[in-house]
């Protein structure tokens, strides 16, 4: 980050100047609780405060209210009570809201959260079987049954892990091609190099109706 916890307090402080009624602790807590999921080593302190300048406001302008609201029934209930005795008594008053706001913006951070980083591994792998994809090829010197391939490519997700290099899933791919190309149109094919018999051969009828199983779940990775 570039600013301290410090100067966003301070700051905070400020823009609410003598309607404060929240107290520094609760403002301290709320930096506390957000400060790790808002901000990173590059973030402004202009930026971060933009975000949090309204949850401290509406904190704030909701104890006001509670107060309010707290002393007004407290006199209609207690008549002969002091205005101090009531202010007393209304300061010492619990609020939640501040813990409830907290709780609804770290809840909504931890979901979109989640989701961004579903969707970068999502794009990522897709880029990794597509490379893959390539570089089997560029070794078979174009000598490749493209069904055959994305049917293997689909068979190893499962072992794919995020972890894994191109070069590890390329490995995987390969062997898992030469395996069922074999499989398919004899055990005399020299693959991945040779994959010319892929049109024809009793495995045909069998490739179509699994591709298209594949095709279906989703399953097959998406052509380069």
């Known amino acids: 980050m570039k600013f301290t916890k410090e100067q966003a307090f301070q700051d905070l402080k400020a823009s609410l100047g003598n309607t404060q009624k929240i107290s520094d602790r609760s403002i301290n807590e709320t930096l506390d609780t957000l400060m790790p999921s808002?901000?990173?080593d590059e973030t402004e302190l202009a930026t971060f405060l933009a975000i949090l300048k309204p949850v401290i406001t509406t904190a704030n302008a909701n104890h006001i209210k509670d107060?309010?609201?707290?002393?007004?029934?407290?006199?209609?209930?207690?008549?002969?009570?002091?205005?101090?005795?009531?202010?007393?008594?209304?300061?010492?008053?619990?609020?939640?809201?501040?813990?409830?706001?907290?709780?609804?913006?770290?809840?909504?951070q931890q979901t979109l959260k989640g989701q961004i980083e579903a969707k970068d591994k999502?794009?990522?792998?897709?880029?990794?079987?597509?490379?893959?994809?390539r570089l089997i090829k560029e070794k078979a010197n174009g000598s490749i049954n493209e069904e055959v391939l994305g049917i293997s490519l689909a068979l190893i997700g499962n072992e794919v892990t995020d972890e894994m290099t191109v070069d590890e899933i390329v490995t995987k791919g390969s062997a898992m091609y030469d395996t069922k190309y074999?499989?398919?149109?004899?055990?005399?094919?020299?693959?991945?190099?040779?994959?010319?018999?892929?049109?024809?051969?009793?495995?045909?009828?069998?490739?179509?109706?699994?591709?298209?199983?594949?095709?279906?779940?989703?399953?097959?990775?998406k052509p380069v």
């Open 38 to 40: 808002l901000a990173n």
């Open 67 to 108: 107060t309010t609201d707290f002393v007004k029934d407290y006199e209609a209930k207690h008549p002969a009570q002091t205005q101090t005795q009531t202010t007393q008594t209304t300061v010492a008053s619990p609020s939640d809201d501040v813990t409830r706001l907290l709780q609804e913006l770290k809840s909504e």
């Open 122 to 133: 999502a794009i990522a792998r897709q880029a990794k079987f597509n490379d893959a994809t």
């Open 182 to 221: 074999s499989k398919l149109y004899g055990e005399d094919t020299g693959v991945p190099g040779t994959g010319n018999g892929g049109n024809t051969g009793s495995g045909k009828a069998g490739l179509e109706a699994f591709k298209a199983k594949k095709v279906a779940e989703g399953a097959i990775p």
